[in-house]
């Protein structure tokens, strides 16, 4: 899935070529014939949970690869624990059991609130990432509150705040993109960095962003992009602190 977006700034525009993190209607059957198999299944939720958890991992989520995008989930197999998760919560949603996503740091996960009891779903451990033990599942939570997980090479940035709290569905869209922009700008593609980091904002603006926008800013004015490109994705990033100055003197 690919789609144009154009940065104007008065008679400038750049366009890019970018991936986009919805799901097709090519994906969301795929993930309904998943739960359509399980629903019929006259099961209990945690039992529904725990087949969905190792039936993904067969058909979907086979091979870590951080920075993995959806679509690498349905065409190559390829996930990290965003895209699992986001894989994950589309077909918890679908069985209509409920469940929290919750960000942190480094690491995101889910927590089905399933009739017998919650359950920790780690998308990428497929072997012990389905955890029912509440005491397991608490020494997991102190883990994640500490940041006590090997951290994602080039993220070393976040380690100046500190996050551990739930969030939406639709804001899993806002991180998938976000992880597009550190991946393109590992890439040395500014442009498409930039963009994408406009799509997570609009989506969800978080103390990430605000971390990673002064670096990219940075390297945009450093690069070997023309005088133009360099002002139009700098005034899109200005734009952004612009944004949230209004929004805290709003308050």
Not at 73 to 87: N, R
Not at 89 to 96: E, G, I, P
Not at 193 to 204: E, M
């Amino acid at each position: 899935m690919i789609w144009c977006i154009f940065l104007g700034f008065r008679d400038q525009v750049l366009c890019q070529t970018l991936v986009s993190t919805e799901l097709s209607p090519q994906y969301i059957s795929a993930i309904s014939g998943l739960t359509t198999s399980l629903s019929k299944k006259n099961s209990s939720e945690i039992k529904l949970a725990k087949s969905l958890f190792h039936k993904a991992h067969r058909n979907f989520l086979k091979n870590y690869r951080a920075y993995a995008t959806i679509d690498d989930v349905f065409e190559k197999g390829d996930y990290d624990c965003l895209s699992g998760t986001y894989i994950l919560s589309q077909a918890l949603t679908n069985l209509k059991i409920k469940h929290k996503i919750i960000e942190t740091n480094y690491h995101i996960f889910l927590i089905a609130e399933t009739n017998q009891g919650e359950v920790l779903m780690e998308s990428t451990d497929r072997y012990e990432g389905f955890v029912t033990d509440p005491k397991k599942i608490e020494v997991k939570i102190d883990n994640y509150r500490s940041n006590r997980l090997d951290k994602i090479e080039g993220q070393l940035y976040l380690s100046r705040i500190k996050i551990y709290h739930e969030i939406l569905p639709i804001q899993l869209s806002g991180l998938l993109y976000f992880n597009l922009a550190v991946e393109s700008f590992h890439k040395n593609d500014l442009i498409a960095s930039c963009q994408y980091l406009k799509s997570a904002w609009r989506i969800y603006d978080n103390p990430r962003i605000d971390e990673f926008a002064p670096i990219l800013t940075r390297s945009v004015m450093r690069s070997h992009l023309n005088e133009t490109q360099k002002k139009n994705l700098a005034e899109l990033l200005k734009f952004h602190v612009h944004q949230n100055i209004t929004a805290l003197a709003d308050k």
